[in-house]
């Protein structure tokens, strides 16, 4: 219970008790599933901040893919932000000396304020922009390289929606939570799938990833 006798939101939990750790690492809990039947082997810092595995896996792929706009949604404490932005930094500048960036939003107030304390006192910082706004709100200019919808299960279909014709042909798109257990996530990707809008691959991680490209703009292929 918080403060007067009111439930604390699951978020401010997760957030003091990732305080409590103080960093250290432990085996994520997620339960067993068919596609990943042992997932202690994966290494968690909270059960809100995706797989430390995950992370880096992600963080590769912003040294792989060279991204100029990077945008995350539910950025929770913002270690994801700083990871992807880790990224980047190792991509050095663009042309002009400007920064390539990740703009991350987190709708929780509370949350937010932890994430942007975090953020600021980062050496990452230049390369993040960092709001206090819904995925289905937040407006960014540019071409997208890189999403990752982490926020939300329930919005996530609707966000990635919103922000597909804003998405690289040849981007990439991620979303978080997408195990067999979790349902929500992967039913929505591969319901965006079967409607011609992405192309999936099933990650078989803890909690599930999805990895995908939008099909729009792709070049037709030829048949024989």
Not at 63 to 79: C, D, I
Not at 195 to 217: D, F, K, M, N, Y
């Amino acid at each position: 219970m918080g403060l007067f006798g009111k439930k604390m939101k699951q978020e401010h939990k997760i957030m003091l008790q990732h305080d409590r750790a103080a960093g250290a690492l432990l085996p994520e809990y997620h339960r067993a599933t068919p596609e990943c039947p042992e997932p202690g082997r994966w290494s968690m810092i909270d059960s809100m901040t995706a797989e430390v595995e995950v992370l880096e896996f992600i963080a590769t792929l912003v040294t792989t893919l060279k991204p100029r706009l990077v945008v995350e949604t539910g950025s929770f404490l913002g270690v994801s932000t700083e990871w992807i932005a880790r990224g980047l930094e190792r991509n050095g500048p663009l042309a002009g000396g400007q920064f390539a960036k990740v703009v991350s939003c987190e709708y929780d107030p509370v949350v937010y304020e932890k994430a942007r304390a975090r953020i600021e006192a980062s050496p990452l910082s230049p390369w993040i922009e960092l709001r206090n706004q819904s995925s289905l709100e937040m407006k960014v200019d540019g071409t997208i390289d890189l999403f990752f919808s982490d926020s939300d299960m329930p919005v996530r279909e609707a966000e990635v929606k919103r922000f597909l014709p804003q998405i690289n042909p040849n981007g990439i798109i991620l979303m978080h939570d997408a195990s067999s257990h979790l349902k929500l996530v992967r039913e929505a990707a591969l319901k965006m799938e079967s409607e011609g809008l992405i192309s999936v691959v099933l990650l078989p991680t803890p909690r599930g990833l999805v990895i995908a490209q939008p099909r729009a703009g792709r070049p037709a292929t030829r048949r024989s």
